[in-house]
């Protein structure tokens, strides 16, 4: 047994061992890049394919904790792969979701998809469960962000609009309070609008990267697609700038001390935005 081989036979016993301590075994959701491949049919090119040591250990851990591979059990007939090595001509989906049995039926969706990763793509879960009562809408803060070219011409245009409206306040701070609430209530709905727009515009990149990336996966000569190739790249570019502007505005919605301090736990701040959906 190498050394590799050794460190993730004890990972497995550590994470197992975990698993029975702390887990609550019927709901258990394991994520992860595991550098391995279940079956034959999850490998594509490289080196021909055979069941290793630590897939097995997996294999194991599947049976005892009664968890499954969702993407076989949603999709038995549909191949997708999460990782892809140019320099080797392989691909292969060494990234999955491991859940308990029972949750298979809260399954809403599964799938790997476009990401903005030099080699792995996005691994998709979504489950259903009963809604709970909604909290309400929460504290409102204008984001600076948002002053773009055309809000601030918009701002400007009606401005003045906003003045005649209330020109017969006496009282400033009033006359001061009303124009403040017109400007949010056009910054709210502005913000609404452009945030569809960009949601928009994420799923048309991310339906051309899908396609592109089919094109690419399955065309042997990559001479001849210089212009898809171009276009791929270019397309992940503009996916990360939309995923950078998401976390800086989650991190401005979160509205915690992180924000001042300039630390940057984005992941924290979407778990955050994730609680108040």
């Known amino acids: 047994m190498t050394i590799s081989n050794f460190a993730q036979t004890l990972g497995t016993f550590a994470l197992n061992n975990y698993l029975i301590d702390q887990s609550e075994l019927t709901t258990l959701i394991i994520e992860g890049e595991w550098n391995c491949t279940l079956t034959e049919k999850n490998k594509k090119g490289g080196l021909p394919w055979r069941p290793t040591g630590f897939r097995n250990l997996i294999l194991i851990s599947m049976y005892i904790f009664d968890l499954v591979d ?11 792969y999460s990782y892809e090595s140019k320099a080797r001509k392989m691909r292969s989906r060494i990234d999955f979701f491991l859940i308990a049995k029972n949750l298979t039926k809260y399954v809403q969706k ?24 909604s909290g ?5 803060k204008f984001n600076n962000a948002l002053s773009d070219d055309n809000y601030t011409e918009q701002i400007r245009n009606i401005y003045p609009e906003f003045r005649e409206k209330y020109r017969y306040i006496q009282d400033k701070r009033m006359f001061w309070e009303l124009l403040k609430m017109e400007i949010r209530c056009m910054t709210i709905s502005y913000a609404k609008r452009k945030a569809k727009e960009t949601n928009k515009r994420e799923l048309v990149i991310k ?18 697609i210089n212009q898809e190739l171009k276009q791929y790249e270019n397309l992940k570019k503009e996916l990360l700038e939309l995923y ?13 001390q992180w924000v001042e301090k300039g630390e940057k736990p984005t992941k924290y701040f979407f778990h955050l935005q994730i609680k108040e959906l």
Do not use: M
């Open 70 to 80: 969702i993407q076989r059990v949603k999709h038995p007939n549909i191949n997708k």
């Open 110 to 133: 599964f799938d790997i998809q476009s990401s903005i990763a030099p080699d792995h793509r996005t691994v998709y879960l979504s489950l259903h469960w009963i809604k709970e009562a």
């Open 136 to 140: 309400g809408p929460g504290f409102w």
């Open 207 to 224: 339906d051309t990267l899908d396609r592109l990336d089919h094109i690419i996966s399955n065309n042997a000569d990559l001479t001849n």
């Open 244 to 256: 950078e502007n998401k976390g800086e505005a989650a991190k401005f919605r979160s509205k915690c």
